[in-house]
């Protein structure tokens, strides 16, 4: 009889040990991640020698920047503590390096939409791409945008015609050089939010097209 009773208090603590360390550890690490980058700007650690601004000006850069790259290379971990979690996590971080980089309202509301849209984008492409080999594939696809879009926005900046307007390919194709420029000047520029649109938009119909596919195999049987 004791035999036979003491497995069960041992498989509810077992399973109410998974449900939150799949749910919180995720949320956990993604808080330090914040708090890491935050206090680079906060105890103005400088990065790099002429930087040509104090550090503190440079920690919305910095918070952007993490957010999209580590946010990206991380997403499939992520999607354990839920979006929304994310997104009201990411948001006062954002916030605060906005105050430490002295970012006008305006131009900080963008960069926060711009950076809720790719984290809502991120969440799409979780739902839909159940699989661990294909969430790997989008992880690769993603870090291709996200860390080769800097190097072509570089080039084109240092190389190309200094002329050619803001909104030319390379920068609609990388979120990461968009969104700091946005945040780094004052005029408000929408289609700088048109790479993180188009991953909201592409991760919609990935989601819409797994539900169908779904519902196709479920009526097929």
């Known amino acids: 009889m004791d035999h036979d009773r003491r497995p069960l208090p041992n498989i509810a603590a077992a399973l109410y040990n998974s449900s939150v360390n799949t749910r919180w550890r995720p949320l956990l690490a993604w808080l330090a991640i914040q708090l890491a980058v935050l206090s680079i700007g906060a105890i103005r650690l400088p990065l790099w020698a002429r930087s040509g601004r104090q550090p503190q000006y440079l920690a919305l850069p910095e918070v952007i920047i993490a957010d999209i790259a580590i946010g990206t290379l991380v997403f499939p971990m992520l999607k354990r503590a839920g979006g929304l979690s994310i997104v009201l996590v990411t948001l006062p971080f ?8 002295a970012t006008p309202a305006a131009p900080l509301i963008w960069v926060e939409i711009g950076v809720v849209l790719w984290q809502v984008g991120l969440s799409l492409w979780s739902a839909a791409v159940r699989s661990t080999h294909d969430q790997m594939v989008i992880v690769a696809i993603l870090s291709c945008i996200v860390i080769g879009g800097p190097i072509a926005s570089y080039l ?5 015609d200094s002329s050619e307007p803001v909104w030319q390919m390379p920068v609609i194709c990388d979120p990461i050089t968009s969104l700091v420029r ?3 000047q004052s005029g408000l520029s929408p289609i700088l939010l048109v790479s ?10 990935a989601v ?3 539900k169908n596919k779904s519902r196709r195999a479920k009526l097929s049987t």
């Open 94 to 101: 954002l916030q605060l390096a906005g105050i430490l980089s």
């Open 208 to 210: 819409a097209f797994w």
């Open 156 to 160: 084109v900046r240092e190389f190309g």
């Open 196 to 205: 993180p649109t188009l991953l909201v938009l592409a991760g919609s119909v």
């Open 182 to 184: 946005q945040g780094l």
